[in-house]
Structures are given as C-alpha cells and as structure tokens.
Nanobody, 124 residues
C-alpha cells in the first residue's frame, strides 16, 4: 500500500501561484511514477501532469503547459506541482496518484493509489 496526502491547496486570484505537495508513505516511493489529476465542478477527473520514476521525464496536459511544473524529491518521498499564472478554469480538486511504472503515464486507470485531494480555487 502507498498512502498519499496532498497539501498546499487554497484560494488564489487569477495570475497568482500555488505549490501543491503530495507526501507518500508505505512502499518505496522511488518505485512509482507519480501524477497529478484534477476534477473541476461538474466535470470528469482529468490528467494534469506526470513524472517518471526517476524524475527525468515529465508530461503535461496542453492547458497547463508552460504554467505548471511537476517535480519530485525521492529522498523526501514527495511530489510537487508548481502552478503559476493561475486561471479561474484551474479551479478544481487536485489529486496526486502513484503508478507502478517507470514511465510517466497520462491515463487515470493506470494509477494504483490515490490521495484524498486538495481544493484549489482561482478567482477572477
């Protein structure tokens, strides 16, 4: 089992920045690729960003490219999502997830463990 706990969400005005963290415990963190997903009000959960097991490969959905950065610290069992230039359409519950994979994948069903989520609200 892997336990994931997100933090760092909150309310922000458009154009601002937030940094989400996801702390992992349980099995060896460095054995998992990690991802961030989000669910906006009234919408399905969608892929946001992913990072490979070693951190060398990252993937992003088009709407966050050049604004969001995913990173990980395997020594601290933590994955981060730096969100800059926030927009109201980024408002969502953000979830981190762990994938027993070397590569960074974008499909929700590939992920094995999920956190409870953290709310991000961006006002215009």
């Amino acid at each position: 089992q892997v336990q994931l706990v997100e933090s760092g969400g909150g309310m922000m005005q458009a154009g601002g920045s937030l940094r989400l963290s996801c702390a992992a415990s349980g099995r060896t963190f460095s054995n998992y690729a990690m991802g961030w997903f989000r669910r906006a009000p009234g919408k399905e959960r969608e892929f946001v960003a992913a990072i490979s097991r070693g951190g060398g490969t990252t993937r992003y959905t088009d709407s966050v490219k050049d604004r969001f950065t995913i990173s990980r610290d395997n020594a601290k069992n933590t994955v981060f999502l730096q969100m800059n230039s926030l927009k109201p359409e980024d408002t969502a519950v953000y979830y981190c997830a762990a994938d027993w994979s070397i590569v960074a994948r974008t499909t929700e069903s590939e992920y094995d463990y999920w956190g409870q989520g953290t709310q991000v609200t961006v006002s215009s």
